[in-house]
């Protein structure tokens, strides 16, 4: 039986001439297929381990079959034979840079052809093996390599993060980290709902990475979709965007890379955030032991002082215009020190956690304050208009929402001189938070900086205009009104600019999920 040695493809321009060398080869088991030019048909179908070009006009003619044959096949043959004339030292070295293997000036028999072929055979075989031997070695080096160098940017992260002292700086180190990986990387803080977006916010695809974002946050911490990873953590989520494909091991070592280097960001924005609670802490502690000081004292010098004055004149006669008007301030003084300390209360009791909600009628609540503040409003000069629906019910805590309303109208009615104070109350639908109820409070009074808006919900303290020291108060109403909104689930606004009256509206869902505790209305006024 004739042993298989390999396939032959034999390309010459007299195939003919050469059909006892074919006979030969044949014998000694090479399968041979025979053209008289370049044809992409035989090539691929014979897959040739041994590409002879003989009896060619010339040099370039041969080295043009032998780029097509490059072209198309692949493996290439492991060995390429030029039969030729004698070449040129320039030739010579042109053919074996191209891959050839040996050129034969003359005749060559089939055991010489066997030999060599036998031999390369071997040679690539050990060619081979030292190839795999460096690509793993190869792959290995570079994994190793790729891993320090992510050790080593998660290092430099650490050291510089530890000197950030602010929420941008720290979401600008980590956007210096991640783009590393990825031309498009965005990250939200959370608590701040903070974004950085590299390259920059102005990019086309910021606003489209972001409605992704929010669509994917979901208990899944690690999202890998389709060439983006999502990675929602406590305290931020991080978004990387174009990225090798998923199956790859780069990937994996990228995506432990990220959620490392999210770990570790987590607790920075922790750090980032106690730190903050404890400076404003420290400072509102400050403003209101400064601002109780002096708001108390200054009512409480009244009802010395004209205390003092009743007590000089003589008590068997009746009391004159002096006297009345004595008692008077004394009455609104200790009026003013009740304010403080039955809004002190209130703010005390809303750090408790509120307990059940119960179906309120806002309506109901209108009729209440339109009683209560219309006369009030009228006696100062100024003309108190409602507008309330037939029927509102939604689910809130009644109490602490008459109270919140009734902070927003006296600060109304304190601060308007001339003109109306105008409660509206009605039904809205919010893309985002759904059907809600809506409490607007305006008025033509004198109005509130645009710069001041976000300060007046989380200072203690009324703002420093030409009006304060004609209006008494701590400024503790909108503070209470701001965090028990939060706690509510609802949400407060303030549209205002100074001399152009104010309007604020407190916004309440109308569904809230019922807690199962008992109602907890207790009322905290002492005064």
Sequence with gaps: MVKDSGNILWVTPAPTENKDHVANLQQIGFHVHSCQEFSPELIKESTPDILILSQQPDFSSAMKVFDQVQQVLSPQPLLTILCSEPLTLKEK?????????????????????????????????????????ASEASQMALLAMETSSDLGNIINFVKTAINCETYQELADHILEVVHIYSPKVLVEL???????????????????????????????????????????????????????????????????????????SNRFVETLRVEEIVQKSEHSKSRFLTTLSHELRTPLNSIRGFAQVLLGKKSDKPLGPSGKDALARIADSSDVVSTIVNTLLEIASSQSQLKSLKEIDAQHIAVLLENEYKQL???KGLSFICHRPDSLIFRSHETKVHTMLRHLLDNAVKFTDKGSVMLSIRHVTNEAFGDQVCFEISDTGIGIDPANHKRIFEEIGQLNTDHDRSHFGMGLGLYYVYHIAQQLDGEIEVDSQLGKGATFRLYFPVHTPEVDHSEDDTDTTLF
């Design 377 to 379: 409003a009228e006696d």
């Design 190 to 264: 959370k608590a701040l709902h903070h974004f950085a977006f590299y390259p920059d916010i102005d990019h086309p695809d910021f606003q489209a990475m972001g409605l992704f974002m929010s669509q994917h946050k979901n208990a899944v911490r690690v999202q890998h979709i389709g060439n983006k990873i999502q990675i929602n953590h406590d305290n931020l989520t991080l978004l990387v965007d174009d990225l090798p494909d998923d199956d790859t091991p780069r990937m994996g070592r990228i995506t432990d890379s990220l959620v490392m280097l999210c770990d570790i």
């Design 93 to 133: 070295e042109r053919f074996y840079r191209k891959g050839g293997n040996e050129i034969v000036v003359g005749e060559f028999g089939p055991e010489e052809l066997q030999a060599k072929f036998n031999a390369f055979t071997v040679l690539a075989h050990q060619i081979n093996d030292l190839g795999k031997q």
